[in-house]
Nanobody
Framework: VQLQASGGGLVQPGGSLRLSCAASGFLLDYYPIAWYRQAAGKEREAVSCISSSDGRSYYTDSVKGRFTISRDNAKNTAFLQMNNLKPEDTAVYYC???????????????WGKGTLVTVSS
């Protein structure tokens, strides 16, 4: 089981980035997919999650209306579209999955390596 996050970088406030989470070694179809982030000196926090069964998505309040999570099961990949980025969005972003056929409330079991997002002018 492998998850690889990519797409991070340096962006100005108000800009956009699209993160990708590529899965290998298993089919993503059966798993909820979550994005977490950890800023320097802070606890890791859940950002968003999308279910495997009905495609429902969940967001932490600070990103609602700005971030959109999606999945492309045919490509075995999930995405996090981040718009109107703010300096406080600066963090290492990780994708993660819980066990198969579970929900976004299930603790995560597998984590990918993170990708750094820096929002700065």
């Amino acid at each position: 089981v492998q998850l690889q996050a990519s797409g991070g970088g340096l962006v100005q406030p108000g800009g956009s980035l699209r993160l990708s989470c590529a899965a290998s070694g298993f089919l993503l179809d059966y798993y909820p997919i979550a994005w977490y982030r950890q800023a320097a000196g802070k606890e890791r926090e859940a950002v968003s999650c999308i279910s495997s069964s009905d495609g429902r998505s969940y967001y932490t309040d600070s990103v609602k209306g700005r971030f959109t999570i999606s999945r492309d099961n045919a490509k075995n990949t999930a995405f996090l579209q981040m718009n109107n980025l703010k300096p406080e969005d600066t963090a290492v972003y990780y994708c993660a999955i819980p066990k198969a056929n579970s929900s976004c409330r299930t603790p995560m079991s597998y984590w990918g390596k993170g990708t750094l997002v820096t929002v700065s002018s």
